[in-house]
């Protein structure tokens, strides 16, 4: 199994995807969690609010094909689903073969850091709270320890449901 901290709302009433998707990807942004999957009815919100956090290469993927890619081609360290396009077992496979996947490297690996790069020298350093980011934070780097494929010690950030050992969402 693997660790899991719920940046979910904890309430049935309606809540603000940012409200959930700002505190995930930071908590991967600053090394608290090693990857994240954020779940909403399209994937869509969830995945442009966390890609305007410094370090986050979110990705939607609707099937295994673009969980598989999303990690071998893109290093993505925030998986973003669907939930109200998907089925639990289609959900429940997605998650599987996303954390299994490895970084490829090679030429993936350059136009990473292209991405990087140009984060790097645009970014203002600020957090989404208005915050100062932290001077000298080392943010990760493709294929780095911390964003290869989790295993069993490894911590998870995730928001709206968790996922269990057995792949069950609760």
């Known amino acids: 199994g693997h660790e899991v901290r719920d940046f979910g709302s904890q ?12 505190p995930a990807a930071m908590s991967v942004s600053e ?14 919100g969830m995945c442009i609010v966390a890609n305007k956090v410094r370090g986050i290469r979110a990705a939607i993927c609707y099937d295994e094909l ?18 109200d396009l998907l089925s639990d077992d289609t959900i429940r496979r997605i998650v599987d073969v996303w954390l299994r996947t490895p970084f490829e490297g090679g030429r993936h ?17 600020q957090c989404p709270s ?3 980011g932290a001077p000298g934070r080392s943010y990760p780097r493709p294929g780095s320890p ?25």
């Open 11 to 22: 309430s049935p009433d309606p809540s603000d995807y940012p409200d959930v998707a700002f």
């Open 31 to 44: 090394g608290e969690t090693d990857c994240g999957i954020l779940l909403c009815g399209t994937g869509i």
């Open 66 to 83: 673009t969980a598989e890619i999303a990690r071998r081609h893109n290093d993505s360290n925030v998986l973003c689903l669907p939930a």
């Open 109 to 125: 690996e350059r136009r990473v850091r292209k991405i990087i790069a140009f984060e790097d020298s645009n970014h203002d350093g």
């Open 130 to 132: 208005g915050q100062s």
């Open 146 to 170: 911390r964003l290869a494929p989790p295993d069993t010690s490894e911590r998870l950030g995730a928001s709206d449901a968790q996922v269990g050992e057995n792949g069950t969402k609760s």
